[in-house]
């Protein structure tokens, strides 16, 4: 739909899918292919390397300016993906944190290389209870992040967000797909298999020795490595990758119905009903 829209309205992609900026996980995340980059071009794709450190606030500044280059030109601009943090930050912006410190970043991998992501997960809830309830707990990212900012600046993480942001000065309007969650899980399961057809065993045994790199804490691979280390047989491998994707999507689910002024069109007339929605837009 994102490509659809943007052949219509002339204009230009931004991914926020944050799987989807490192290069070597193609098949795992489902990168557009380079047919589909071929119809509209898309931003933040493959743009980096599993071995470097790209943050949110980076990528807010980022895509912030690539919008004001798009906007010198067009009127509009598509941005999509399934990383809601990652579009919140350029849509509402974040918070003046600063930049993650390197040594507290070696002390909080020390500490899950030798005590577990679940000490991790503790010390947050030691340090800041509130934001421990609210964030994703699997998600190592979000969980590394806010010590690192509690560390830093003496402040539990809640605090730190309840800072005043800065307004935009761009209009946005949010479109969201809405399925049965019955239509959901079964296109998850038929894209898993796909991804195993299109060579994901290949890809992720390609990335074992990157295996404790956040970026590579991500579905689709964390089971295969578990098979590569004679933990699971194959089939039940898949069969995990296939769960957690669709948990994975549970939450996305919840975040998205939660965000405001979502327009929500059905997912099988999605192009239809979006066009019809921005024609009585003035874009």
């Given at each position: ?15 926020c ?7 070597e996980?193609?098949?795992?995340t ?11 071009k ?11 450190y ?7 500044m ?42 507290n ?37 979000r969980?590394?992040?806010?010590i690192?900012i ?9 605090e ?5 942001k ?32 299109n060579?994901l ?24 490595f ?18 957690n ?39």
């Amino acid at each position: 739909m994102a490509i659809d829209l943007a052949k219509h309205l002339d204009t230009e992609i931004i991914s926020c899918d944050s799987r989807q900026f490192y290069k070597e996980l193609k098949i795992g995340t489902a990168t557009p292919t380079d047919t589909e980059l071929a119809e509209a071009k898309h931003h933040f794709v493959g743009h980096i390397s599993v071995d470097d450190y790209y943050s949110i606030g980076q990528y807010e500044m980022d895509a912030l300016k690539k919008l004001d280059e798009i906007f010198t030109e067009k009127d509009v601009a598509i941005m999509v993906g399934g990383s809601g943090m990652y579009e919140k930050a350029v849509v509402e912006g974040m918070n003046d944190l600063p930049e993650a410190d390197e040594e507290n970043q070696q002390k909080l991998l020390s500490i899950w290389e030798n005590e577990g992501f679940e000490a991790l997960q503790d010390l947050l809830k030691n340090l800041d209870p509130d934001y421990y309830s609210k964030v994703d707990k699997d998600n190592p990212r979000r969980i590394l992040r806010a010590i690192d900012i509690i560390w830093q600046t003496g402040k539990t993480y809640t605090e730190n967000l309840s800072t005043p942001k800065i307004k935009r000065d761009f209009e946005t309007i949010r479109i969201g797909i809405d399925a049965p969650r019955e239509i959901i899980y079964e296109r998850i399961n038929l894209r898993v298999n796909k991804m195993m057809e299109n060579g994901l065993l290949n890809e992720a045994k390609n990335l074992l020795a990157d295996r404790n790199k956040v970026a590579l804490q991500t579905v689709g691979y964390t089971e295969l490595f578990r098979y590569f280390d004679g933990e699971w047989d194959l089939d039940f491998a898949v069969e995990e990758i296939k769960k957690n994707s669709r948990r994975y999507a549970k939450r996305q689910i919840t975040w998205n119905k939660k965000l405001d002024n979502v327009n929500w069109v059905n997912y099988d007339n999605s192009l239809q009903e979006a066009l019809s929605l921005l024609s009585n837009l003035p874009i």
